[in-house]
């Protein structure tokens, strides 16, 4: 297993084929937006290849030496299987000079069903079992409340954990779209 930059084809491929299904509608930014910011240098998208088989990716904002997952997911038929503790041992080797890593994990105090509470906190157990920690800042992005969570050299206290999470989404989104959709 390796993680590879994907290539505009590869990129339109996932998005129109995985982050669809993926992801809620509301989470997805428009594939133009994803270019524009690739090519402004402040995005990076990153398969987890098994031999030429992508099976994972991992869509990164980039402030400086911030990085914030803006996507990650594994293949579904190959889930459970270890392989997103893989990618993110991966990207953190691939980002080893990187100041944070800041991540957004759905919080399950907001669950309207239990079988998503149970879901949303297995995913935050994930996310703690492999090296992040929970930064104590809420949020809310796109209507969809989270708990921000980081690993990395700097660990940021809460205050500076929200200006950096607002400094990436405002590289990325117009101020009328910031405003309507991130709350902080």
């Known amino acids: ?10 990129i339109e491929t996932i998005y129109r084929e995985r982050m ?11 594939l133009s937006m994803i270019y524009d910011a690739i090519e402004q ?11 030429t088989d992508i099976v994972g990716y991992a869509y990164l904002i980039r402030k400086g030496d911030d990085y914030l997952i803006d ?5 579904p038929d190959r889930r459970n299987a270890g392989l997103g503790s893989e990618m993110l041992r991966l990207l953190g080797e691939y980002l080893v000079q990187a100041d944070s890593i800041i991540g957004e994990v759905e919080n399950p105090e ?16 994930f996310y703690m079992r ?18 921000l969570i980081e690993m990395g050299k700097n ?3 809460e205050d500076e954990m929200r200006k950096l999470y607002e400094q990436h989404y405002r590289s990325v989104l ?3 779209r910031f405003a309507k959709h991130v709350i902080i």
């Open 155 to 157: 660990i940021h206290t």
């Open 20 to 30: 669809k299904i993926d992801f809620p509608p509301n989470e997805l930014k428009p």
């Open 1 to 10: 297993m390796k993680l590879s930059s994907l290539n505009k084809k590869q």
């Open 174 to 176: 117009s101020a009328e």
């Open 110 to 125: 907001f669950a309207e069903e239990e079988a998503d509470r149970k879901l949303q906190t297995r995913r935050y157990g």
């Open 71 to 75: 996507y990650l997911a594994v293949c």
């Open 41 to 51: 240098g402040i995005y990076e998208c990153l398969g987890l290849m098994d031999g």
């Open 130 to 147: 492999n090296g992040f920690r929970d930064s104590g800042v809420r949020v809310t992005c796109f209507g969809v409340p989270f708990i």
